[in-house]
Nanobody
Framework: QVSLVESGGDSVQSGGSLQLSCAAS????????VAWFRQAPGREREGVAK????????YFADAVKGRFTLRKDNPKNIVYLRMNSLKPEDTGTYVC????????????????????RGQGTQVTVSS
């Protein structure tokens, strides 16, 4: 059973940057898709970004477009979420998730559409 472990969460000031890592315990074979979701207290969970590993196709939520990027390190089985120009509204628990049968359109199905999930890492952005 493949597992995912996130790291890189921290507390930063508004305008700062962080890089989150999502490390898989083994290579994600097939048409794997890796996504990041986040949830803040009192707010609904939302999709942030996703990448189709084989082709490197990425998709970002409007709220983070232009500020966040995704990068994959195939030999290390790691997907990085680089977050720049962070805002207080980026605060939340960021969860990495994966599925082996392609990426859903947009974030259809939410986190539940991904059957492999990490425990999450906390990001706090102060103003």
């Amino acid at each position: 059973q493949v597992s995912l472990v996130e790291s890189g969460g921290d507390s930063v000031q508004s305008g700062g940057s962080l890089q989150l890592s999502c490390a898989a315990s083994e290579k994600l074979a097939g048409n794997a898709c890796v996504a990041w979701f986040r949830q803040a207290p009192g707010r609904e969970r939302e999709g942030v970004a996703k990448i189709l590993l084989e082709y490197g196709h990425t998709y970002f939520a409007d709220a983070v477009k232009g500020r966040f990027t995704l990068r994959k390190d195939n030999p290390k089985n790691i997907v990085y979420l680089r977050m720049n120009s962070l805002k207080p509204e980026d605060t939340g628990t960021y969860v990495c998730a994966a599925r082996l049968n392609g990426c859903p359109d947009f974030f259809v199905g939410g986190l539940e559409a991904y059957n492999i999930r990490g425990q999450g890492t906390q990001v706090t952005v102060s103003s």
